[in-house]
Antibody, heavy 123, light 113 residues
C-alpha cells in the first residue's frame, strides 16, 4: 500500500524549533518529489515546501523561506522539515504529500497524503 | 490571500450537477500551469480528485471531471451524492515577481440539499 506517515508535531514556544518527519512506503521513493503542506485551523491548505526526488532541488513558500529547511534520506524513505524561529502563525496541521507529475515540476499535484501532524506555537 | 478564487459555497440536490470554478490570472492558470482538484472531508487530509487539468486518479468515479480555459478551471460533479458534501480546493503554480510556488484556491463547500 502506498502511504506516507508524519510525526514530530507538538507544542512549542514562539521562537523555538521543531523537526517533522515523514515515512514513506509502497512506492519508488527516490523517483518522486515530496512536499509539505499545512492547514491552519479553519483555513485552506497552504503549500510549505517541496524537495525533488533525486535532484535534491528544494523550494519554499514565502512565509517560511529562511526559517524552514526540507531534506530527505532516500535510503530510509524519509522526508524531514526542520522548522526554526517558529511563530504563532505557523500553528497548523502539517501534511506530507507525494508529488504527482511526469513533466515539469511546476505542474506537480499531490496524490498521496498522510494523516497530518499538529504543530502548535504558543507560550 | 490566495491568487486562486473559488466560490465559497455551492449546493445541489441529490442527482444534480454542480460546478466549481477556480479563477486565476496570467501568472498561474493563464501561464499554462496545470490545475489539480482535491476533496477534503472534515478532520481528514485532502484527497486528489483531478490532476493535470482533466485526469482522474485510479478509483475516482467518472462523476468528477475537470476542465481548463484561459485563466480559469472548473470541477464538475454529476449525479451528486450525499458523500460529496465536503470542501473542494483547486491547486496550481504561481510565478510572479514577488515569488513562485504552489498555490491552493480559496476553497468551496459543497452542500447536498
Amino acid at each position: 500500500e502506498v502511504q506516507v506517515l508524519e510525526s514530530g508535531g507538538g507544542l512549542v514556544q514562539p521562537g523555538g524549533s521543531l523537526r517533522l518527519s515523514c515515512a514513506a512506503s509502497g512506492f519508488s521513493f527516490s523517483n518522486f518529489a515530496m512536499t509539505w503542506v499545512r492547514q491552519a485551523p479553519g483555513k485552506g491548505p497552504e503549500w510549505v515546501s517541496l524537495i525533488g526526488g533525486s535532484s535534491g532541488y528544494t523550494q519554499y513558500g514565502g512565509s517560511v523561506k529562511g526559517r524552514f529547511t526540507i531534506s530527505r534520506d532516500n535510503s530510509k524513505k524519509m522526508v524531514y522539515l526542520q522548522m526554526n524561529s517558529l511563530r504563532a502563525e505557523d500553528t497548523a496541521v502539517y501534511y506530507c504529500a507525494k508529488g504527482k507529475g511526469s513533466g515539469r515540476r511546476e505542474d506537480y499535484g499531490m496524490d498521496v497524503w498522510g494523516q497530518g501532524t499538529t504543530v502548535t506555537v504558543s507560550s | 490571500q490566495s491568487v486562486l478564487t473559488q466560490p465559497p459555497s455551492v449546493s445541489g440536490a441529490p442527482g444534480q450537477r454542480v460546478t466549481i470554478s477556480c479563477t486565476g490570472g496570467s501568472s498561474n492558470i493563464g501561464a499554462g500551469y496545470a490545475v489539480h482538484w482535491y476533496r477534503q472531508l472534515p478532520g481528514t487530509a485532502p484527497k486528489l480528485l483531478i490532476y493535470g487539468n482533466i485526469n482522474r486518479p485510479s478509483g475516482v468515479p467518472d462523476r468528477f471531471s475537470g476542465s481548463k480555459s484561459g485563466t480559469s478551471a472548473s470541477l464538475a460533479i454529476t449525479g451528486l451524492q450525499a458523500e460529496d458534501e465536503a470542501d473542494y480546493y483547486c491547486q496550481s503554480y504561481d510565478s510572479s515577481l514577488s515569488g513562485s510556488g504552489y498555490v491552493f484556491g480559496t476553497g468551496t463547500k459543497v452542500t447536498v440539499l
